[in-house]
């Protein structure tokens, strides 16, 4: 029988041999403090020079079919620093481009111990995972990107002196695959978040999430940006756009109409330094990365002394690390 792709809920996760890093639907409150607890645990090791080489002779396989930064190279040097080995693939330099992706990623899963992916559709990770041959990670899709919500969790937990003394997040802008994960995975450790988004990407909607952050009764959505940030420990954003739409800092031609009309809209709801200081003058200042700068951030915010962003960015390696661990059940050695 041809594979299909399973639909991605909570349950057929459940049903799996091994553990796989999607949505976060599937982890529990405990499987996230778990996670952070051991990448506290990492960096505390790292920072003090103490080896951390616990995947030695493992192989993280890490395949793209969109652009990245932070996500390549903090899974690289997680690898490295773990003892391990990965390798980068680009989907373009491959054989996926011209060969049934059931087949290729099949045959690939037999080289490595763990496979990362970033993808256009998660519905390919899904079908990936569903082979059950090693753990998946989404490394970004376009519902979900729960490396980056778990990262950010633990940047405010650091900042804050603790988890529990994180109390409330607004997100401002869109709703998108990063807000997706950050409200679920908040939500469920009970976080409160504020929902300051006039818009939602389409092709993020999982409404099973949304079930399930709602069912917390944490999640709020509130326009009114008095009362969103009122009270929030942190305030995060993120491009009012998707990466695809940009080339050189700029939105390809095709989407500039898109682009001013998204400013326009979206403009209210800028992080800057001034909506900080008028209405949460104490919170930290969150953006998962790239940034636009004038459009969805200014350099004020960002510069900003309640910034956290490049400390945020730096969590992506030390939570890197404990994923991988985690997923291959070695945390405990
Ligand atoms: N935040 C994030 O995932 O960054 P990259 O797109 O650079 O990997």
């Known amino acids: 029988m041809i594979p299909r792709a399973p639909k991605l809920t909570n349950d057929i996760l459940h049903t799996y041999n091994m553990r796989h890093l999607i949505s976060l639907k599937e982890q529990s409150a405990d499987d996230i403090r778990n996670i952070l607890t051991i990448a506290a645990l990492l960096k505390k090791k790292y920072r003090a020079g103490k080896p951390t080489d616990l ?7 890490m395949f793209f079919q969109k ?7 903090s899974f690289e040097a997680a690898m490295t620093e773990l003892g391990g080995h990965a390798i980068y693939l680009d989907a373009a330099k491959t054989q996926f481009a011209l060969a049934d992706f059931r087949d290729e990623i099949r045959a690939a899963m037999r080289f490595g ?15 990936a995972a569903s082979f059950d041959q090693m753990p998946v990670i989404d490394g970004c899709s376009e519902k979900y990107h729960p490396c980056q919500a778990l990262g950010d969790i633990l940047t405010m937990a650091e900042h804050s002196g603790g988890l529990k003394k994180v109390k409330k997040i607004a997100w401002l802008g869109i709703e998108n695959n990063v807000s997706n994960t950050l409200k679920l995975a908040c939500a469920k450790i009970g976080i409160e978040v504020a929902l300051v ?16 952050a709602n069912a917390t009764g944490k999640v709020k959505k509130v326009l009114d940006i008095k009362k969103a940030l009122h009270g929030a420990d942190y305030v995060h954003t993120d491009t009012w756009m998707d990466t695809e739409y940009f080339e050189n800092g700029k ?5 500039e109409k898109e682009y001013k009309r998204r400013m326009k809209e979206f403009m209210p709801y ?18 998962c990365m790239p940034m636009h700068v004038g459009y969805e951030i200014t350099r004020d915010a960002i510069e900003h002394p309640n910034s ?25 050695r």
Do not use: C
């Not at 995947?55 to 396989?61: C, D, E, F, S």
């Not at 652009?67 to 190279?73: C, E, K, L, Q």
């Open 251 to 255: 939105p390809k031609p095709e989407f």
């Open 270 to 287: 800028q992080l800057n330094a001034s909506l900080v200081e008028k209405y949460a003058p104490k919170a930290g200042i969150m953006h």
């Open 197 to 212: 988004t006039p818009e939602r990407n389409a092709a993020s909607v999982d409404r099973e999430l949304d079930t399930m």
């Open 67 to 73: 652009g990245s930064t932070r996500t390549r190279i």
């Open 55 to 61: 995947l030695r002779g493992k192989t993280l396989l």
């Open 113 to 127: 111990d763990v496979l990362m992916m970033r993808l256009m559709r998660v519905e390919d990770v899904a079908l």
């Open 308 to 332: 956290v962003i490049f400390d945020q960015a730096e969590n992506r390696k030390h939570i890197q690390k404990a994923i991988l661990l985690w997923l291959l059940e070695r945390h405990r």
